[in-house]
Nanobody, 119 residues
């Protein structure tokens, strides 16, 4: 099982950017899917999460600007980021709790994708 993130890049303040993450491998089911971010010298922090039932949870610093969504048919989780600010600059990581073909649960991470908000 692995997660592959994509969609990072350079964007101007106030602009939008969409991140996507796809899980692949021998997957039986996926529980919570999340996005985290990390800047150098700081701990990784939760940005947004979505449960298998579609319930969402957002960090206060992104509420009203970011939207998390998932497509269980494609095993993907997206993060639509609007009204980006320079302080959103970070490496963004996707995370998922996945049940594999052995019916074992695991905590999986994508490789990280850089988001830079700058003029």
């Amino acid at each position: 099982v692995q997660l592959q993130a994509s969609g990072g890049g350079l964007v101007q303040p106030g602009g939008p950017l969409r991140l996507s993450c796809r899980a692949s491998g021998s997957i039986v089911s996926i529980n919570t899917m999340s996005w985290y971010r990390q800047v150098p010298g700081k701990q990784r922090e939760l940005v947004a999460a979505i449960s298998s039932g579609g319930e969402t949870n957002y960090a206060d610093f992104v509420k009203g600007r970011f939207t998390i969504s998932r497509d269980d048919a494609k095993n993907t989780v997206d993060l639509q980021m609007n009204s980006l600010k320079p302080e959103d600059t970070a490496v963004y990581y996707c995370n998922a709790i996945i049940i594999d073909y052995r019916y074992r649960g695991g905590d999986y991470w994508g490789q990280g994708t850089q988001v830079t908000v700058s003029s």
